[in-house]
């Protein structure tokens, strides 16, 4: 992924001028043998316990942890710090190079994924959400687990278009319309989980026809957008003027 890529080059960079920077201060200032140990023992433990939570951190650690290994097997430690600034210079523009021109794997190619899985999440949300009340006795169980996919696939759709806004402009793709999107799939889903949070928690009378007819409207509009990215027809129509009449029938339901 180019973005993450990105991130963790010059993440590597910053990470190593730091822990180099560190290394020479205490070198230049210290000439002991153990105390370059006690550096080396504690680094590595940081190095270790950053590596997945905070890669710069973790760059700086591995950094010091190297040097001062070289500081107690070399002659001049001095040459080794500046070996490995250069080095890792070099590496990055590597990275940098081929994450750009070999086999990048740009978001736009893949967002179409990721918004499909959230709109199959909500689907089913709000299929879980209709069945809950229509049986009032039914297990809430496929509720909570549709509820917690629903979020989870927005997060990912939401994460994925963070990581296509880090690449360049060139490789972007209706970011505009993609951002359009993405607010409405949150306020679908914060209306969706209203709905589901009150028919928990209230006690409800028996869904009418209308009820039914506008959720599988609901549900037959975001499965005509499922088929859409996908490049397929929806087969299931419903007729606009019976929409019209249920969503009539339930605003003036609401009004009272």
Request: net charge positive; proline share 2%.
């Amino acid at each position: 992924n180019y973005g993450i890529t990105k991130l963790r080059t010059w993440q590597r960079v910053i990470g190593t001028l730091i822990g180099a920077t560190i290394s020479f201060s205490v070198i230049y200032l210290v000439s002991n043998s153990y105390v370059y140990a006690v550096i080396t023992f504690i680094a590595m433990i940081f190095a270790f316990a950053y590596i997945q939570r905070d890669y710069r951190k973790a760059a700086t650690a591995i950094t010091i942890n190297i040097i001062f290994v070289f500081a107690m097997l070399a002659d001049n430690p001095m040459d080794v710090i500046s070996e490995r600034i250069i080095d890792t210079i070099i590496g990055a523009g590597l990275a940098i190079l081929f994450n750009y021109f070999f086999w990048p794997a740009w978001e736009a190619s893949t967002i179409n994924r990721f918004l499909t899985a959230s709109l199959k999440a909500n689907k089913n949300y709000i299929k879980q959400i209709s069945e809950l009340y229509i049986d009032k006795k039914k297990t809430i169980t496929e509720y909570k687990l549709s509820r917690k996919a629903a979020f989870i696939q927005i997060g990912n759709l939401h994460a994925a278009f963070q990581r296509m806004s880090q690449e360049p402009k060139s490789r972007q793709n209706k970011v505009s319309e993609l951002y359009e999107v993405i607010v409405i799939q949150h306020t679908f889903l914060s209306a969706a989980a209203a709905l589901g949070t009150y028919i928990q928690t209230h006690k409800t009378s028996q869904a009418s026809k209308y009820f039914k007819l506008y959720v599988d409207a609901i549900y037959n509009n975001i499965s005509t957008c499922e088929k859409n990215i996908n490049n397929k027809k929806n087969d299931t129509e419903i007729n606009p003027k019976d929409v019209e009449k249920a969503n009539t029938y339930l605003a003036n339901i609401y009004k009272e």
